[in-house]
Every structure is written in structure tokens, then in C-alpha cells.
């Protein structure tokens, strides 16, 4: 008994103490949500919807065991990272990726770092996923919609309300919910079409535009009006009916491009926000 109590104080001593190794269990309580795995097929579908290649860079929202962040970074090369709120699923998530090959920094990278979503700075993103729930979702779009107009994002199971998405793929039951984020358009322009110059007015909900051109004393209408990120395309008559097509992106305060009509004549567009 003597020896059996000195070699257990002499492993205290050099700090040996037995410690059990951190497993997630589905639904185990997290800062806002349970946790449960986004089904692989489902991560398949979510990247792929978001076109995500090696040019991205990723953020999953609530990163779980890793394994969206390690998808975008093993499978579509793009630089990720994911953000976990709890420390020791972070740890065992970055295990994960060391395990896939896949830790580190940089493109075809996966890092999960621990932190609040909320708190946490993710605006160089260019794709961003998440699996929260409805009130997370809606108390994150105001900084996602804030964000630089073409990011992509997608949600596996829930919405953002009123901001329709652009796409919606089901996959066995499950659904995954895509949006780019728009360009902030709504207003009147001063537009400048090879020359001829007018005003042109948009209303904007979201990625729906609609609006008018001032045509002498007529406010013509726009015809097939599409916002899609910084993209956007429209469509008038003139006032002697001829059909005008625009094409073009937006920077900010500023829109142009290019434009056809039904007669053969084609030019540059450009428009300033007044």
C-alpha cells in the first residue's frame, strides 16, 4: 500500500493526471443553438451552390466539428476558416483538420477559430455558410446584407424571412437556402447613354429592382429590371419605341456598362447617384 500511494503522489507531481477526451454529442448545448452535423451531402450541395473555388474565402458561422470549413478548403480550395464558440469543439475541430491534411492558413486551408459570430470581424469574406436558427439568421443579415455586394451565402435548414433566396436546393428532406448579396441601387441616377442623358429612378427590396426612366414629360417604365450582387440589367422604351437592353455593375455610387437596341445601335452607359 506504501509504494501503491508513493508512485500515485509521484505522478501527481509531474503533473500526470488522467483526462478524458473531448467528444461532441449531438445535441449538446452551445452559446445559442445545439449542435448537430450538417449531413456531408448537404455540405456538398451547400459549397457547390456557392460556386466556391480557390479564390474564396470562406467563413462557416458556428464551425461545429469543422467539417464545412475542412469541405471548402479539401475539396473546392478555397482559404477557410470556422467560427465555434465552444473552445474545446474548436480544438477538436482544428484535430479534424489536421487530421484531413487540411490545417493551416491560405488557400485549400482550414483554420476553426474560437469565438462569438456576433463579435467576430468576417467581412473579407466572399463565402460565407451557416446552420443556426431563424432569430440567428435575422440578427446576422443586417451585417450580411452590409457586406460587399456578390458575397454568396448559404444556410442549411433556415431563412431570412423576407429576403427571398436566389436559389433553393433539397436534398432528402433537407434544405439549403442560397443569396447574393445585392447592391444598394435604390434612388435616382443621372444616366448617360452614348450621349443622350436622362434620369433614371429604382426601387429596390433586397436583390428586386424596379423603377422608371424620364422620357421628356413620361416616366417610362423598366422592363426585366435584375439586380444580381454588383450586377445589374434593365430594360426601356424610348419614347420613339425603341427597345434599349442594359448591362452593367455597380461600385458604390457609380453604375455602368453597356447597351443594345432593336434598331443595330449599341454604346456605353454610365450613371451617377444623385
Request: aromatic letters at 8%; glycine letters at 12%.
Amino acid at each position: 500500500m506504501k509504494i501503491l500511494a508513493f508512485l500515485a503522489a509521484l505522478l501527481l507531481s509531474f503533473g500526470v493526471t488522467a483526462q478524458t477526451k473531448f467528444e461532441p454529442q449531438v445535441g449538446q448545448a452551445g452559446k445559442d443553438v445545439i449542435w448537430v452535423p450538417t449531413p456531408d451531402e448537404v455540405v456538398d450541395r451547400m459549397l457547390t451552390m456557392a460556386q466556391t473555388g480557390p479564390n474564396d474565402i470562406h467563413y462557416d458561422l458556428g464551425a461545429g466539428d469543422g467539417k464545412i470549413a475542412i469541405a471548402a478548403a479539401k475539396k473546392f480550395g478555397a482559404k477557410a476558416t470556422g467560427i465555434e464558440y465552444n473552445p474545446d469543439m474548436a480544438k477538436h475541430a482544428n484535430a479534424n483538420a489536421q487530421a484531413a491534411g487540411v490545417a493551416g492558413v491560405g488557400p485549400g486551408k482550414a483554420t476553426i477559430r474560437q469565438g462569438d459570430i456576433f463579435a467576430t470581424n468576417f467581412s473579407d469574406a466572399t463565402v460565407i455558410t451557416l446552420y443556426l436558427l431563424p432569430a440567428l439568421n435575422m440578427k446576422l443579415r443586417p451585417t450580411i446584407l452590409a457586406m460587399r455586394p456578390g458575397t454568396r451565402v448559404v444556410s442549411h435548414s433556415f431563412t431570412m424571412e423576407d429576403w427571398e433566396p436566389d436559389e433553393t436546393s433539397s436534398m432528402d428532406g433537407r434544405r439549403a437556402y442560397f443569396w447574393v448579396v445585392p447592391a444598394s441601387v435604390m434612388g435616382t441616377w443621372q444616366l448617360d447613354a452614348g450621349g443622350q442623358k436622362t434620369e433614371l429612378s429604382l426601387d429596390q427590396t433586397f436583390q428586386k429592382i424596379n423603377g422608371s426612366v424620364k422620357l421628356g414629360n413620361t416616366q417610362g417604365g423598366l422592363r426585366d429590371a435584375r439586380l444580381s450582387g454588383f450586377n445589374i440589367a434593365f430594360t426601356y422604351l424610348d419614347q420613339a419605341g425603341v427597345r434599349r437592353d442594359f448591362t452593367g455593375t455597380v461600385t458604390g455610387g457609380k453604375m455602368e456598362g453597356s447597351f443594345r437596341d432593336d434598331k443595330g445601335g449599341q454604346g456605353r452607359w454610365s450613371a451617377t447617384k444623385k
